[in-house]
């Protein structure tokens, strides 16, 4: 098939190197052309406009950083081909996928919502969790390539794109109240004489149990730089669910707090890891 990639940050890279590496053409531009570069090496085609990358593409793949690029790139006109399928991986909230949705009805686009679920490691492994939401003849064309960087057990298909979208906010409002709770235990312990590893150890077995093996060592190294999820990002994702209820989340409020405070912090590329940077003294 022929691909166009829109996207080219952190996961874009991973999604095309799959998408490569099965034999498919993909045709790759992102807004700062330098990110390209690797994913040229590995033999995407780099081209200097979104408008040169979805020329006879079947597939347009989008992997932005969030529903104002969305609008940006594809909503302000961009000529996606009639019979092509418009995949969007990024993580968006259920009401901007419904008004993608709408858009691409109105101008004949197929549009699937599509975002994944697990951070980098999962994606070069190819086992992510896959939400695909859309009209079934068009998730029939883009199952394939979802089953290239998901697992076969994760990769869903749902109704619609909002519904996809609500289940990737329910992912990262799971992920990120159990981080934030690891950084209050962080401090609980701190507070009575607990290095980090000890509280670390004595949370196995726990309902934090799964975060504290998956960024323990992160934390105990104090290594925040090789971000498999950023701050950024996930700052990002909790003010999309924040966004998408009238009714009080306390727990995703402390969350982006904390968020907040690293990125004032200057760690808004760093793994999300480092919002507990400051409980270890």
């Not at 991973?14 to 498919?24: D, P, R, T, V």
């Amino acid at each position: 098939m022929k691909i166009a990639l829109l996207g080219v940050g952190r996961m874009g890279h991973e999604l095309g190197l799959h998408l490569l590496q099965a034999g498919h053409h993909v045709t790759a531009w992102n807004r700062t052309a330098s990110a390209v570069d690797r994913l040229h090496d590995a033999g995407a085609i780099p081209v200097g406009s979104a408008e040169e990358a979805v020329e006879g593409a079947d597939v347009v793949l989008t992997v932005l950083f969030g529903p104002d690029a969305v609008r940006d790139v594809v909503l302000s006109g961009l000529a996606i081909p009639a019979e092509a399928v418009w995949l969007d991986v990024t993580t968006v909230s259920p009401e901007d996928a419904r008004e993608f949705a709408d858009y691409a009805a109105a101008a004949g686009i197929r549009y699937v919502h599509g975002p994944v679920i697990g951070s980098l490691a999962p994606a070069r492994a190819g086992t992510l969790g896959v939400l695909l939401g859309g009209a079934t003849g068009d998730l029939d064309v883009v199952a394939p390539l979802a089953a290239l960087w998901g697992d076969a057990g994760r990769v869903r298909r749902l109704a619609s794109p909002a519904e996809a979208a609500t289940g990737k906010l329910l992912a990262n409002l799971a992920l990120g109240v159990t981080l934030q709770g690891l950084v209050e235990a962080l401090r609980l312990g701190r507070a009575n004489g607990l290095d980090a590893a000890a509280v670390l150890d004595l949370l196995q077995g726990t309902g934090l149990g799964a975060i504290a093996g998956m960024k323990g060592a992160v934390i105990t190294e104090g290594s925040f730089g090789d971000t498999q999820f950023s701050v950024d990002l996930l700052a990002k994702d909790a003010r999309l669910v924040l966004r998408s209820t009238p009714d009080p989340l306390p727990a995703v409020t402390a969350l982006l707090q904390s968020l907040t405070e690293a990125q004032r912090a200057g760690a808004g590329d760093d793994d999300i890891a480092v919002v507990a940077k400051p409980e270890l003294g």
